[in-house]
Structures are given as structure tokens and as C-alpha cells.
């Protein structure tokens, strides 16, 4: 008799609830916090897809968590990151997100030339195995912001102007700024001629110690962490570099990168005899602010996800439309119709107590009608993160973003801000079998309608709905079974089984 594996992964799912002791939940929540492991499949006329091993389309919306990121620090009275800690990993739960993008620094990863910290990445696997238990997958970002925390300027360099700020991302070995400025070049961080020549040496693969070129360096690290990371399902895959700066060094210069990167993760998931996980790739920094395009074709593999951050509308003044996230969907078809995460959206989170602001609203119907996966910045900001340090310089009273509110005249945290978790707790399809065809959300109402296609017989969909003081109302067809489960945040799952073809969901409060 051939072996179904997705109906083994089931069973094994199923199993270990059954088999847990008496106080436990019903084995259909296990069922909806399972993590298959994750695939993409491209598609160039209609967008690409990350679907899972059970065979389902998984949507994956979350959050960006910079809890191990190293942050240059602005004010040595000030902590810069807040850890990520078991209620955390609740709230991250409760909001209905199955995602996270999780923030790790080079210069921790590699703090000396060739050498992997290892305790840290033992962190970085504590956090993977913490979000997984709430049924969370982990995106590992190898993040940095204007290079790196050693490029920090002083008042004695930059008489009469603005020393720069440090922020976060390349060790000190592998920083060459080629003896330029560290003062600000019009207020902007990306300008700096450190930064500018930091990035311009990297991208040159300068010769580092040992003779070996910075990149080819960068490039192995990102292998040492696919093999450390691959065997782990619940790691989603990994992001080669958060908002590079190609804005001397050109688009090319990222095409380089990604085929080196991605050469060395493969070799690396080889090594471990792990499978290939997704790689994501993102554009230039200047994307959203000046519309410039993805990187050139590449030599990729068909598990490459296209990443720019739509943050129009949410860092400027454009108003946020459709068409940017069509431009992501018609850049993404030049790389085989790769599928499409925006590893960055968001704004000042105080628009969302603000009734006539329909930003966060419109932002996330836009990732529904695309079926785009999205990571909002950010779950949690700390007064003394480099983002805040202006408004220290400046004598304003920083206003940190993320779901908690913070009051940096104390530094004390003052509790949630209800309405921004509101406004992100809405229904969405965490996976469904075959083809998600169309899918919204009515966060007013709390109703979720959503359509699919090809989908097994016996298929499971999981969607995710808030409560709304009563149990939800089922309308479905191509559907059998279906059954309503506590969810985290005392919400609810809706798990359901699919006939096989064609499938209809609504689900009404």
C-alpha cells in the first residue's frame, strides 16, 4: 500500500495530542498550530505561493521581533531591545499571527572572523522553539540598518554638523568606511559616507583578515546558519539581508550577493542533510521611498521569495494604493513568479486610534487581496533603540512604535495599545488546502469569506477567528467537517475538512 505522507503528518499531529495528558486541548488545536514545513511554488501568471507539506497555501502574516538584534545604544541609561518572553509569545499568538520575523545580527552571529558564537544561535533556537509552541513559524532576518553599530560619529568629528547615528548589523572586523566621514549627509542615515563606503567595500568583496573577502565571509555565515536552522520545519526560511544599501554600488551589485548567499545556504542545508528552505530576497532600501525596482535576474532555485517592504503610505506622505503591491507582484514574476512577503510594512501606531486613518485597515485588505504574506514593524521597541535616538537629540519625548506603549521620560511601560492590537486581531485563512482564490476580511464586522480550488479530498483548512462575545457562524461548501477551537487570546480556530475541488467559507460572527 503506498504511504500518504500528509495523512501521516496528520496522524502524528492528531497522535500527540491524543496522547497528552487528560488536562490537555483537543487534538484538532493541535491540528491548527501545526507547522509542516514550507515550499514555494512559483507561478509567473498568477503569483507564486508558499504551500506546506500537507499540501495547503499558508498566508503568513506576523510581526518583526528584534529582541536579539545588537543595536548600537544611543544613551547607556537606556536597554535597547526588550526580550522576547512567554507572554510575547502569547500576544504574538493572540493577535492570530503565524509568523515572525526574527531580527539576528551578524555582528553577534560572527563576532570574530570565521567564528560562530554558538550560545547566541543556541538564543536564536530558543526563540524558533518558543514561537513554534504557539504555533508560530520564525523567518531568521539577518538584519542590519545603515550597516552596522561601529559607524557611530562624534561631536569632535563633525564640527557644526550632525555626527551619525550607530545602528546595527556588520561586525568591526568587516567594516571598511575607507577613511570617510562618519557625520550625516542631509539628515539622511543611508548617506553618510561611512555608511556609503562600508557598503560599496562589501559589495567589492574588499579583502578582510585572513585574505578572504567580506562578502564571501557574509555569504559563509549565511550557510553556517542554514545548516545550524534547516532540519528545524518550523524555520520557515531566511532573509539574506534586510534593506541593503545599493544605492551607489547599483541593483547589480545585489544580483551578486543573492547567487553567492544562496550558493552557500544550499551548500550549507546540503551539509546538514536538511531540505531547502526559502530564501528571501529583498530590493535596494530605496524601493519604497523612490521606486526603484528589483534587483536583475539572478541564478536562483524555485524557493526564492520575493521581499520588498511596502511601506508607502505608511513612511511618507503617497497614499497607500494597489499599485505598489502590484509592482511587487510584476517585479516577482522576473524571477519565475516567486511568491511575495513584505518583510517590512507599518506605521506611527497612534493612527490607529485615529477613526478617519484607515492605514492599517487598507494595508492589510491589500495582503488579503494579493494573498501576499506580511511582517509588520514592529512587536516591541525599546526607548534606547537607535530609531529613537533623534528624537533624544532633538528634545522631543520619543514615541516608541510596536504594540506596547512605553513612556521614555521613565522608561516604564504603560500597558497595550488596545487599538493597534485591534486593529491587527482580524479573521484571515492561516492555510487551506489546494489554491487560495480570493479571500477578505471585514474587520467591522469580523465576517471572513474566502474561495479555493484543487484541494484534496480531505484537506484541512485553518482560519483564524477573534471572538466577538459569541461562537461563530459556519456557511461552507465543497466543506464537511468543520469545528470551532479555542484559539490563543480567547479566540478561535476554525478547522475544516475539505470534499476535494472547489471550496467556500464564510465565516460570520
Not at 500527540?16 to 495528558?21: E, M, N, Q, V
Not at 494604493?321 to 516567486?338: K, L, V, W
Request: net charge negative.
Amino acid at each position: 500500500m503506498k504511504l500518504d505522507l500528509k495523512w501521516l503528518w496528520i496522524a502524528v499531529a492528531a497522535l500527540a495530542c491524543a496522547t497528552a495528558p487528560a488536562a490537555a486541548e483537543p487534538p484538532t488545536a493541535g491540528l491548527a498550530r501545526a507547522l509542516p514545513a514550507l515550499h514555494a511554488e512559483p507561478d509567473p501568471v498568477a503569483g507564486g505561493r508558499i504551500v506546506d507539506a500537507w499540501g495547503r497555501e499558508v498566508l503568513l502574516r506576523g510581526v518583526n521581533v528584534n529582541a536579539l538584534a545588537e543595536y548600537w545604544a544611543h544613551s547607556p541609561d537606556l536597554f535597547t531591545t526588550y526580550p522576547l518572553t512567554e507572554e510575547g509569545a502569547d500576544l504574538i499568538a493572540a493577535v492570530g499571527w503565524n509568523t515572525v520575523r526574527l531580527l539576528l545580527s551578524w555582528s553577534r552571529v560572527e563576532p570574530a572572523p570565521g567564528v560562530y558564537d554558538e550560545a547566541y544561535l543556541d538564543e536564536v533556537e530558543a526563540a524558533v522553539q518558543l514561537l513554534a509552541s504557539r504555533g508560530v513559524y520564525s523567518i531568521l532576518d539577518l538584519h542590519q540598518d545603515a550597516w552596522g553599530p561601529t559607524l557611530a560619529g562624534t561631536p569632535e568629528e563633525c564640527p557644526g554638523g550632525e555626527p551619525a547615528f550607530g545602528w546595527d548589523g556588520a561586525p568591526g572586523w568587516a567594516t571598511f568606511e575607507q577613511g570617510q566621514s562618519r557625520c550625516q549627509a542631509g539628515g539622511a542615515r543611508e548617506l553618510t559616507p561611512a555608511v556609503v563606503f562600508s557598503f560599496l567595500s562589501f559589495f567589492e568583496n574588499a579583502l578582510g583578515p585572513g585574505g578572504v573577502g567580506i562578502q564571501t565571509r557574509y555569504a559563509r555565515m549565511l550557510g553556517h546558519v542554514a545548516g545550524r536552522f534547516a532540519p528545524l520545519d518550523a524555520v520557515a526560511g531566511y532573509d539574506v539581508m534586510n534593506e541593503p544599501n545599493a544605492i551607489f554600488g547599483g541593483t547589480e551589485s545585489l544580483a551578486v550577493l543573492y547567487e553567492r548567499a544562496l550558493a552557500e545556504i544550499r551548500a550549507g542545508e546540503a551539509a546538514a542533510g536538511a531540505p531547502r528552505r526559502l530564501v528571501f530576497f529583498e530590493p535596494s532600501i530605496t524601493w519604497a521611498g523612490f521606486g526603484i525596482g528589483a534587483p536583475p535576474p539572478f541564478a536562483h532555485d524555485d524557493q526564492v521569495v520575493y521581499s520588498p517592504h511596502i511601506y508607502q503610505g505608511g513612511l511618507d506622505d503617497q497614499p497607500l494604493s494597489r499599485d505598489f503591491f502590484q509592482q511587487a507582484r510584476d517585479e516577482a514574476a522576473d524571477f519565475g513568479g516567486a511568491p511575495v512577503l513584505s518583510g517590512e510594512w507599518g506605521s506611527d501606531p497612534r493612527r490607529a486610534s485615529d477613526p478617519e486613518d484607515d492605514y492599517f485597515a487598507l494595508h492589510q485588505a491589500l495582503q488579503d487581496e494579493f494573498r501576499f504574506g506580511a511582517t509588520l514593524w514592529t512587536f516591541r521597541e525599546a526607548c534606547g533603540d537607535p530609531h529613537k535616538a533623534a528624537d533624544f537629540r532633538d528634545g522631543r519625548v520619543a514615541q516608541v512604535w510596536g504594540l506596547y506603549e512605553v513612556d521614555c521620560t521613565t522608561n516604564e511601560t504603560r500597558g497595550l495599545r488596545r487599538d493597534l492590537v485591534d486593529a491587527l486581531t482580524r479573521p484571515y485563512l492561516r492555510a487551506a488546502p489546494g489554491r487560495i482564490v480570493s479571500m477578505t476580511s471585514d474587520p467591522a464586522t469580523g465576517t471572513l469569506e474566502a474561495h479555493g480550488a484543487d484541494a484534496a479530498r480531505r484537506g484541512v483548512l485553518v482560519a483564524f477567528v477573534p471572538d466577538r462575545g459569541r461562537r461563530p457562524h459556519l456557511r461552507a461548501r465543497g466543506i464537511g467537517r468543520r469545528q470551532i477551537v479555542p484559539a490563543p487570546g480567547g479566540h478561535h480556530y476554525v478547522v475544516a475538512w475539505t470534499r476535494g475541488g472547489d471550496w467556500s467559507l464564510v465565516v460570520e460572527p
